[in-house]
């Protein structure tokens, strides 16, 4: 059968095998690799074979061989060294001169050679230092030096060097001996040497090349015999030519044998004795030669012995490398014809052809004897240039051999270096060389499967064997995978074998001679490996799946361990290598049933550390059970599980299992449910024995569950198993209860050991706002901060308890500020009515009668000496800074605490219109406002009032600050009093006088009922005194709620009347002399009104008072100024600038007032004997007003205001003032009209208030309403009512935002509804307007009636009514 039908034949049969029995064909070719045991020698002979092969096969080395050229007599030594120096250095000529300054430079080199310190190499010998000294010392000779500095020739240097060295070398030598004299040539040509070195330095190779050229030919000359210092003269005396080192078949020069002999365990004797008994008959280059042209005419006739077509699954594969094999044969040819040339001559049957590829099938023996001769006599010329340019003079492109006398049958694929299976004996082998270098492995190559020595040999067996890439690398990684599942190879190892299949080999000049050698198991299209390849490497990934699988099974069982081993290359190997190969399908049953396997075993590993945990952290006895055994065991949980969770942060599931989830739904019901009874337990008998438990060790189990049930709801769907927060709030309380009972006593002592002084750093530093408080305020805000920061840290997981502790703890905080309040505010009036030293002097003169007449007859007559200031005490004003601070302070607390979000939550909870138990307190806020037509008490006819209260049982409740020089004093002071039931309250007004005791002025009482004030509007009282006149007192009340906004309001307000009260008390010092400076005999005497001016006016007849210019009524309040400025600058040095201000801007409250008295009487239905001011007198009045405006708004060169700002100056008092000057002389008549005009404006704006809030409510009040608004039902509260308006409640005052939007919109109020009251003042000093005084008066008590019965309707319809006074508790009081 011809050739190209036999080929068509095959290919149609392997066509109809790949569709009807390609099952077949893969079982058949995966049960082919076992078919044939490899044995341990026969493994070891074809590799031994292989490996010698290689040897012969290597090029030959070369080395070089020198041929001296035949050399002179030599000479003993020189005879007459002045005809050589002559001969060599004639100094006639300038260009042999040495160059001027040379000397220098010579003396310096040779003091170097002398010291040792000469980097030339020979210079450092003894007898050269020897030498160099002695000619040294006739160097330096005065005479010599001046003969060569005039000279500058060498031969004199020379000669006297020569003769130095002479002497120097001869010593210690007989006459008969000469040795000594070749050391003098060598120390001469050193001199040489070094003078040539000198001028090279120095740069004179350009100007004296002939002087360096003879000094050069003189050393040589010198150092003939000398062949340490032999210098190349560019002379010829011989040649160095090129041998081939012959082989010597010694196993120590085969390293690729040694290989073979250490992976199999022989000795190099023993294989030494292998390769001589079969390297001279079996193991040769022509044998190998043989094998290639058997296995090219195997290849060629697709018969057994070499891959055939039915070994593929392509006929395109089968043939693509089919056609790759035969360059590589015809190399591989080559490689031996170089090596042994006279197998070309030899051979009569090798056909080779240079020039054209040779045919894929024999062809005449004739064409194929010819090729071999033209190779022969390619390899015999003897005129090429070396033997091994071969590889670049043949052009071999592919061999074909058919030497049929030499070749057996064709059934018969017998060979001497190729095995049977091939396959088989390189897995053999690969498993061998494993081994070997497993155990004796190098350090630096342990990232690499095999050693270098042993990935050659490997290689070069699949040169020989003709084993393709693809094959080689899967039984590579087939050897690796049985490795690791006989347990030999760790899973870095198998990873590394992967690595090595997967990467490319790294470059090399020649690369074997082997199909697709740079390509990698990646690379490679699997179309293109063979069947029995790639059935064995997806078996191979099958089975390395499940070890990997088992072995990543038992290392995730110790996940829950302290220190778990790694899973990260198990998973590396599996993802990447396994599940990550197009050759791998993993089915989905597998893949669920190790999830489920793997779940299980961690659910029992979890389970089995929690049984430990509980061993561990929990005694056996109930009574020794406390909650630090459930923290204990609490935080081995939480420690677990944080390890868990950090260790698979970034893979959390492993193959479908996450165990961190499987511990957190193992572990945590368990937990959860044995912590809820360890804590029952634990409880239940502590309380059965009558002991508290820690607080701390329920802060701490808290916080240990709360991070438990952090990570539960994080990772469960189900809730908690117990309530935390429910089950551990009575800690919190014990807590704030111990607080509270704290509290008090931390306050007392912080201001006990507070000296209240400015906290500066020496007598020089000007203390900072910051700075002008004292420690005791610190102190009690730090310790509010600390408590409330305590209930922070607790991170309380329940809106409702943590809005009731801000409740609770704002009510300790309300009473510590209180009592803060009280005691500094007590010590304040005790150091503020201490008498100064001036004050005590008075006093002690005081004592007698007549003293005290003078002191009278001083205080009524001599008003222009100057008053001294008042001496205030810094720790006063550091308790003013300190109340101040308090607020500022509180505000801060109050946003920390959250509180309106803990009202309105409270508020959601308890719903706003729930019913709630009648108050068991009620807070009254009593406001005592001023007071009518007192007794008089003093000479002048006026009293120093201030009013004391009382309760029944004479407790002090409040005490006003004095007004001074007055019969109708205004005090606007309030106090809060807390009642459980009906009280009594007593005001008593007193006449405060300097010396002696005070007099009494006149008592009267007030009952505060809360069933009277069941509507919880404020109420108006004029109290008749029981002596005369009267006092008004303005009254509300409020429940004490549990309410945190009304805890920070009752601070807040506790702080501001202190800080009101403080400041009253610091104007009061400063008041008599304001009173004194803008009183009515302070303008008469400006004026000159008074009696000299009046005598002066009738003895000069004049008609007209004398006129007053600017000047004088400024000079007029210069002593008002003075004393001003006197006392500010004493308060400015201890008082906040905020403080200052609040005190300047009382001050100029205390101006307008007294102003405010010059022009009108004080508000009320009866006329007054007071007299109003002429046009003159009022001018003067307002100027005073601008002045003092001006003083109060100081500002300075640049317009900056350093006093009060003008917007807080222009209060609502002030416009008043203001507007007085447009009714002041206006007629009765105008200003009734006027009033009248104002009043009916005012009551038709209320009208329709009071309607817009009754239709807005769109409810109707019961018909027991109005009988209930009887005057008979409303008693003594509505017919005193007067003009009132909403008073300030507590809830009000909560933050100082609240309080500066209340002033804010009281400042709105007021310049959007304009009162009659000043023109109603104006008109007490009308007599003829008594009438309409007593008219205007019942008219606005009964529009204060009307607006109190309208605000009661509407709080009864806001609240809902069920009947008839259905919205009030016992006693009438109404449900809040």
């Known amino acids: 059968m011809s050739s190209a039908s036999r080929k068509s034949f095959q290919q149609l049969n392997r066509r109809l095998d790949s569709v009807q029995n390609s099952e077949k064909r893969r079982s058949r070719a995966a049960s082919s690799a076992r078919q044939l045991a490899v044995s341990h020698d026969d493994a070891y002979t074809y590799a031994l074979r292989v490996a010698y092969l290689h040897y012969l096969l290597q090029p030959k080395t070369k080395r070089k061989q020198w041929v001296p050229a035949p050399k002179p007599p030599p000479r003993t030594h020189t005879s007459n060294i002045g005809d050589l120096v002559k001969e060599f250095v004639p100094g006639n000529s300038s260009s042999v001169k040495l160059p001027h300054g040379f000397r220098g430079h010579l003396e310096k080199r040779m003091e170097r050679v002398i010291m040792g310190a000469e980097k030339l190499p020979g210079y450092n010998d003894a007898a050269v230092k020897k030498t160099f000294a002695q000619a040294y010392t006739a160097f330096t000779e005065q005479g010599f030096r001046k003969n060569v500095d005039k000279e500058r020739k060498v031969e004199p240097l020379v000669l006297i060097f020569y003769s130095a060295a002479t002497k120097a070398c001869s010593l210690g030598h007989e006459r008969s001996d000469d040795s000594w004299k070749l050391l003098v040539d060598r120390h001469v040509a050193l001199f040489v040497r070094l003078l040539t070195n000198i001028l090279r330095d120095q740069g004179h190779e350009r100007d004296k090349p002939e002087l360096l050229s003879r000094l050069n030919t003189l050393e040589n000359k010198l150092l003939t015999n000398d062949q340490n210092l032999f210098i190349d003269t560019g002379q010829s005396s011989g040649n160095t030519i090129e041998v081939v080192v012959p082989l010597s078949y010694d196993v120590k020069d085969m390293p690729m044998v040694q290989a073979v002999a250490r992976i199999f365990g022989r000795s190099h004797s023993d294989v030494q004795s292998h390769i001589d008994a079969q390297r001279h008959q079996n193991w040769t280059e022509e044998t190998a030669l043989k094998d290639l042209k058997a296995y090219q005419h195997r290849l060629n006739s697709n018969a057994s012995g070499a891959l055939r077509s039915q070994d593929f699954d392509v006929d395109e594969a089968y043939e693509e490398w089919k056609r790759a094999e035969a360059p590589f044969l015809s190399q591989m040819m080559l490689e031996i014809l170089t090596a042994r040339p006279e197998l070309a001559r030899r051979s009569t049957t090798v056909s080779m052809s240079f020039d054209k590829a040779l045919p894929a099938s024999p062809s005449s023996a004739h064409a194929e004897d010819r090729a071999y001769s033209d190779l022969g006599r390619t390899l015999s010329y003897p005129d090429r240039s070396s033997m091994y340019g071969i590889d670049s003079a043949l052009s071999l492109g592919s061999m074909s051999l058919d030497d049929t006398s030499s070749i057996r049958t064709i059934d018969e694929a017998n060979y001497t270096f190729i095995p049977p299976e091939p396959r088989e004996f390189l897995k053999v082998i690969a498993k061998y060389a494993l081994e070997f270098d497993a155990m004796h492995g190098d350090e630096s190559e342990q990232s690499s499967l095999f050693s270098k020595q042993s990935m050659d040999l490997l290689t070069e067996l699949c040169v020989w064997w003709r084993i393709p890439q693809f094959t080689r690398l899967v039984v590579f990684l087939e050897v690796a995978a049985r490795r690791y599942t006989d347990a030999l190879f760790t899973v870095i190892d198998l990873d590394n074998a992967f690595d090595l299949v997967k990467t490319p080999p790294p470059d090399v000049k020649r690369p074997p001679h082997i199909y697709l050698y740079n390509e990698t198991l990646s690379t490679i299209d699997r179309s293109k490996w063979t069947i029995t390849d790639y059935v064995v490497y997806q078996q191979t990934l099958y089975v390395l799946q499940d070890a990997l699988q088992r072995d990543l099974r038992e290392t995730l069982l110790h996940c829950y361990e302290p220190k778990p081993p790694t899973i990260g290359p198990v998973m590396h190997v599996l993802t990447t290598h396994i599940f990550g190969d197009p050759s791998f399908s993993r089915k989905e049953e597998d893949a669920l049933e190790f999830a489920r396997s793997l779940e299980s075993g961690l659910q029992e590993q979890a389970a089995l550390v929690y049984r430990g945990f509980l061993d561990a952290n929990v005694p056996q006895s109930q009574q020794d059970w406390n909650f630090g055994h459930v923290v204990e065991l609490g935080k081995s949980v939480v420690s677990l599980c944080e390890r868990t969770r950090k260790r698979y942060k970034r893979n959390p599931e492993v193959l479908g299992v996450n165990p961190f989830t499987v511990l957190v739904e193992t572990m945590f019901p368990n937990f959860e449910d044995d912590a809820h009874e360890l804590i029952k337990k634990i409880m239940q008998v502590a309380r059965e024995q009558g002991e508290e438990l820690p607080l701390q060790d329920g802060f701490d189990l808290y916080k240990e569950l709360v991070e438990i049930r952090r990570i539960h709801r994080s990772s469960l769907g189900r809730p908690f198993t117990f309530d935390v927060e429910e089950l551990l709030v009575d800690f919190v309380w014990r807590w704030i209860q111990n607080a509270e009972a704290r509290a008090e006593e931390f306050v007392d002592e912080a201001i006990k050991q507070d000296q209240f002084q400015v906290r500066g750093h020496g007598p020089g530093h000007i203390p900072l706002d910051s700075e002008r408080h004292s420690h005791s305020v610190i102190d009690m805000f730090q310790l509010f901060h600390q408590t409330a920061d305590q209930v922070f840290q607790l991170e309380w997981d329940n809106d409702v308890h943590h809005a009731r502790f801000m409740t609770a703890l704002s009510k300790i905080f309300a009473n510590g500020i209180a009592r803060y309040c009280e005691i500094v505010d007590q010590r304040f009036v005790r150091e503020m009515d201490t008498p100064r030293p001036n004050e005590k002097e008075a006093a002690a003169v005081a004592q007698t009668t007549q003293g005290r007449f003078m002191q009278y007859a001083k205080d009524a007559w001599n008003t222009k000496e100057k008053i001294e200031p008042f001496q205030f005490y810094p720790e006063s004003l550091v308790k003013l800074n300190n109340i101040e601070w308090a607020m500022q302070e509180l505000d801060k607390l109050e946003k920390s605490m959250n509180v309106d979000a803990c009202a309105e939550i409270l508020e959601r909870v308890d719903g706003p219109r729930r019913p709630v138990r009648r108050p068991a307190k009620y807070v009254f806020t009593i406001k005592i406002v001023e007071a009518e037509d007192i007794k008089a008490c003093d000479p002048n006819g006026t009293s120093d009032p201030y009013v004391v209260l009382v309760d029944e049982y004479q407790k002090r409740l409040h005490k006003t600050r004095i007004v001074m020089r007055t019969l109708n004093p205004r005090w606007d002071e309030s106090v809060d009093v807390t009642v459980s039931g009906p009280l009594n309250v007593v005001a008593t007004i007193w006449d405060?006088?300097?010396?002696?005791?005070?007099?009494?002025?006149?008592?009267?009482?007030?009952?505060?009922?809360?069933?009277?004030?069941?509507?919880?509007?404020?109420?108006?009282?004029?109290?008749?005194?029981?002596?005369?006149?009267?006092?008004?007192?303005?009254?509300?009340?409020?429940?004490?709620?549990?309410?945190?906004?009304?805890?920070?309001?009752?601070?807040?307000?506790?702080?501001?009347?202190?800080?009101?009260?403080?400041v009253r008390k610091i104007t009061d010092k400063l008041s008599r002399h304001i009173n004194a400076s803008l009183s009515y005999e302070a303008l008469r005497s400006l004026l000159g009104r008074n009696l000299a001016s009046q005598v002066n006016s009738f003895f000069k007849r004049s008609s007209t008072l004398p006129q007053i210019t600017d000047a004088e009524i400024e000079n007029a309040l210069q002593s008002l100024f003075a004393y001003f400025n006197e006392n500010f600058a004493t308060m400015k040095e201890t008082l906040t600038e905020a403080t200052m201000v609040a005190v300047m801007t009382r001050l100029w409250k205390e101006v307008l007032m007294a102003i405010e008295a010059l022009l009108v009487p004080p508000l009320s239905e009866k006329p007054s004997n007071q007299r109003p001011l002429n046009q003159r007198e009022l001018d003067v009045v307002y100027k005073w007003l601008q002045l003092l405006f001006d003083f109060f708004n100081a500002r300075d060169e640049d317009g900056e205001v350093l006093g009060v700002p003008a917007e807080v100056l222009r209060s609502p008092k002030y416009h008043e003032l203001a507007s007085l000057n447009f009714f002041y002389f206006d007629s009765t008549e105008n200003l009734i009209r006027t009033s009248e005009r104002m009043a009916a404006a005012t009551a038709q704006r209320q009208q329709q208030q009071l309607q817009g809030q009754m239709s807005s409510n769109r409810l109707s009040a019961p018909a027991t309403l109005g009988s209930s608004l009887s005057p008979h039902h409303a008693g003594p509260a509505f017919a005193s009512m007067g003009t009132i308006r909403r008073g300030k409640s507590i809830m009000m005052s909560r933050n100082l935002g609240t309080m500066r939007r209340a002033k804010e919109e009281?400042?709105?109020?007021?310049?959007?509804?304009?009162?009659?009251?000043?023109?109603?003042?104006?008109?007490?000093?009308?007599?003829?307007?008594?009438?309409?005084?007593?008219?205007r008066h019942r008219q606005k008590e009964r529009m204060a009636a009307a607006a109190a019965a309208a605000m009661i309707v509407k709080q009864s319809v806001s609240q809902g009514w069920n009947s008839a006074g259905g919205g009030f508790g016992r006693g009438g009081v109404p449900r809040r």
């Not at 010396?995 to 109290?1023: A, C, M, N, Q």
Request: glycine fraction near 6%.
């Open 992 to 1062: 405060y006088d300097t010396f002696g005791d005070h007099d009494f002025v006149g008592r009267t009482s007030l009952k505060l009922d809360p069933i009277h004030f069941s509507d919880y509007l404020p109420r108006e009282f004029w109290l008749d005194l029981d002596t005369q006149g009267r006092i008004l007192l303005r009254v509300s009340m409020e429940g004490e709620r549990d309410d945190i906004q009304f805890y920070f309001g009752k601070a807040f307000r506790h702080l501001k009347r202190t800080e009101r009260d403080m």
């Open 1306 to 1335: 009281k400042r709105k109020e007021a310049q959007a509804d304009p009162s009659d009251d000043m023109i109603l003042r104006i008109l007490r000093m009308r007599p003829e307007a008594a009438g309409y005084l007593k008219e």
